[in-house]
């Protein structure tokens, strides 16, 4: 049975250990090496790390803590979270990761491995902090109660950011118990949307990843347009535009990819399993595709069809599914309620058809508010009108009243001063792969 890695003790500096590499202290322990030194990383300024941390700092007076305990991890509804944020990684070895920030003082990044993982990951946040330690085989919690009590705060009030925004989860019971054992004379408190009110309005260097993203969604549909022939499966599309993103530099988010028969369609949504159906003419792929860059996320979705539609799928498109997502990006501009938007897609209603219930959302680093169904808004006050530097992804998806076809239609947009701007330039039109 293996052991948990053993905590560092005594000189881990490289001219200490860099005979002893085959002993797992040491190793763990490394740092200072010059492993990965010609590695390159794409980095936001240390200018827009700076404002990120004055800005956690700000809410955390308000809210009197003395640290954060700021997560992130790899669920879909995490992408990195608040720990991408402050560090520019994003996490998938681990449920989640932490960066421990003082109200004073300097942050640290307790990250999941020790050694040649643990250089490379300090090479990659080199802009935004130096002090990156390993968990010790998972002892997060133990790291971060060290780091609290050298900077004297064993006795403050810690706050918890959420591992998972969405479901609202926190760090796990067995980390939260150590918190409580190890610092008897703490305040522990678990917080509550933080992070997407400060990501809520992005600046200039997030919005310039945002329309990376965008590019590499037009990647990702123009592949997979080209793989869409007779014979080819929905796990050829998927790779196909999987292959598109990462080329481009990016990661793959997720690709919601099905398809079905124009002429016997059963299908409202893309299939979030593709599977290995295999195309045939007359068939129409359906999906909802999400490319992040540096951890900032763009969104796209719209049919392709495999041939040329018969007349009443172009019939739905052309007077359905296109002049309803139309009217409803109409909406996206600087000082619209986000409930306009929820008013423009009664127009499916209005045409005797419905759709699935949500019409659109906002995106932080990834899919969050505000939610916009046909039922109601969900949103908190400071997104329910829309300002400039919000992003926002309208899409509705338009269903026969049979609920036999949908057709699923986004894009990502960024709320201008003047109105929006669409981060890709693909062509709002039914796509037809063998014509």
Partial sequence: MSSAPAKPAGNTSWPNIRHRLDESAPFNGMRDT??????????????EYARRYALLRAKMRDLKLDVAIVPGGPSHWSWGGGMLWLTGHWEWHALACYVVVPLEGEPTMVYSMGGTHCEATRREVSAALSDVRNSRGGKYAEVMVERIKELGLEKGRIGFLEIDPRHKDHLPINQFNVFKKELPQAELVLTHGIMHELLSIHSKEELDCVRKAGKLCEAAMAAMTKAAEPGATEIDLKAAAAYAILKGGGDVDFLIIG?????????????????????????????????????YSAQIGQPICVGPPPADVQKFWDDIAKPGYLKMIAEVKPGAPVENLRIAGDFFREKGVQSRPIHAHGIDIITDGPHVFKEGVHAEPFERILKPGMVLMPEPNPITADGSLG?????????????????????????????
């Fill in 34 to 47: 010059p492993y990965y030194r010609d590695a390159v990383y794409e980095q936001f300024s240390k200018a």
């Fill in 259 to 295: 398809s079905t028969s124009m002429k016997d369609p059963a299908m409202v949504f893309g299939n979030p399993r593709p599977s290995m159906r295999k195309l045939t003419k007359d068939d129409i792929i359906l999906m909802e595709l999400a490319c992040g860059y540096r951890g």
């Fill in 407 to 435: 057709m699923f239609v986004g894009h990502t947009f960024i709320v201008t001063d003047t109105g929006h701007e669409c981060v890709d330039n693909w062509p709002i039109e039914l796509t037809v792969a063998r014509p």
